[in-house]
Each structure stands twice: as structure tokens, then as C-alpha cells.
């Protein structure tokens, strides 16, 4: 399994940035797919999950809640994180995986697939 993510970019604080997440293919070892980042110096640390269930419901950091959504577009293959009022702490490089397991999952640990990470800078 393959991802690419994209979208990263060079923001201001307040502004919005969608990122997107292309699988080579969805199988059970996809079914829940997560975006993690990794701050300048800092461990790469959870940020949102959803599986690729019916159902849309999904998990998220509190760091991130209520700012950031993630969602899914089964037929393309592809998941997204709709980043809004991004702040200077949301500075990251941003990583998509995806995982076999069938209920949330925060640990890196539990994701098999990365993707390159796509750099997301956030100007105060």
C-alpha cells in the first residue's frame, strides 16, 4: 500500500488548509487511516483518525478538536484533514497512515503505511 500525501503549505494563523491522502488501495489493512504530525524537534504525535466504515465518525487530539476534520471519499481512495483557524503550534510536518485494526487507534505503532509527510508552516 502506497500513500501520497499533499496539500502542505505556508499559512497564517487563522487561515485554512485541506490536506489530502491518496491510497494505492483500500484493503483490510487500510481500514482506519490516520493523520500524525511531527513538530521541529519534537516526537511525531496523533492528530485525527477515521476507519473506513459506514459510519463517519472519527477521533481527534484535543489539541486539534473542533479545529480540524477529518474525512474520507471511499471511491477515490483518499482521506482529508480540513485544517481551520490553524495556529502557530499546528507547525508540523504531516504524516498520513493507514492500519488494519477496525476501531480508533492514537499509537504509531498500531499504523503499518506512511506517507512521505507534506511540511505545514503556520506564520504568527
Known amino acids: 500500500v502506497q500513500l501520497q500525501a499533499s496539500g502542505g503549505g505556508l499559512v497564517q494563523a487563522g487561515d485554512s488548509l485541506k490536506l489530502s491522502c491518496a491510497a494505492s488501495?483500500?484493503?483490510?489493512?487500510?481500514?482506519?487511516m490516520g493523520w500524525f504530525r511531527q513538530p521541529p524537534g519534537k516526537e511525531r504525535e496523533f492528530v485525527a483518525t477515521i476507519t473506513w466504515s459506514g459510519s463517519n465518525t472519527a477521533d481527534y487530539a484535543d489539541s486539534v478538536k473542533g479545529r480540524f476534520t477529518i474525512s474520507r471519499d471511499n471511491a477515490e481512495n483518499t482521506v482529508y484533514l480540513q485544517m481551520n483557524n490553524v495556529k502557530s503550534e499546528d507547525t508540523a510536518v504531516y504524516y498520513c497512515?493507514?492500519?488494519?485494526?477496525?476501531?480508533?487507534?492514537?499509537?504509531?505503532?498500531?499504523?503499518?503505511?506512511w506517507g512521505q509527510g507534506t511540511q505545514v508552516t503556520v506564520s504568527s
Open positions: 488501495e483500500r484493503t483490510a489493512n487500510t481500514y482506519i
Open positions: 497512515a493507514a492500519g488494519a485494526y477496525n476501531n480508533f487507534r492514537r499509537r504509531t505503532a498500531d499504523y503499518r503505511f
